[in-house]
């Protein structure tokens, strides 16, 4: 069977025009895979520091108290929170509402928007407490 050159070719990125709701998309799927490996692993690493003593929980702690570790731990609550409002998002729509196009987008610029300010409360009560 011979190739025929004029097939149509499937839509490319160059195609859509970004939008919010794509944003929306692609942060839960990065912040989902985010938590599950650096959240696994900081989480391993607690409980490992809980087991094996008081010498290594200080160890932890030092990390977790350090500059890096606080943007680790700060990076990991806004991955929550963006994950979190983007699953209400999706949650909302799969109940069939908000399907409509202003409605969609408003509620795609307010997800992330929302994740913030969560972080940015969160963060403040533990660091005014």
Partial sequence: MAATKNRPIAPHIQV??????????????????GMALV???????WLASLAG????????????????GKV????????????MASGIRHFVLD??????LTRNAAWSVFTPLAALAATVLTWAAIVLK
């Fill in 16 to 33: 859509w025009r970004w939008g919010p709701a794509m944003l929306v998309s692609i942060l839960h799927r990065v912040t989902g895979d």
């Fill in 39 to 45: 959240g696994l692993g900081v989480l391993i690493y």
């Fill in 53 to 68: 003593g008081p010498q290594a929980y200080a160890a932890f702690s030092a990390h977790a108290a350090a500059w890096y």
């Fill in 72 to 83: 680790v731990l700060i990076g990991l609550s806004w991955a929550f929170f963006t994950h």
């Fill in 95 to 100: 109940i069939g509402a908000g399907y409509e």
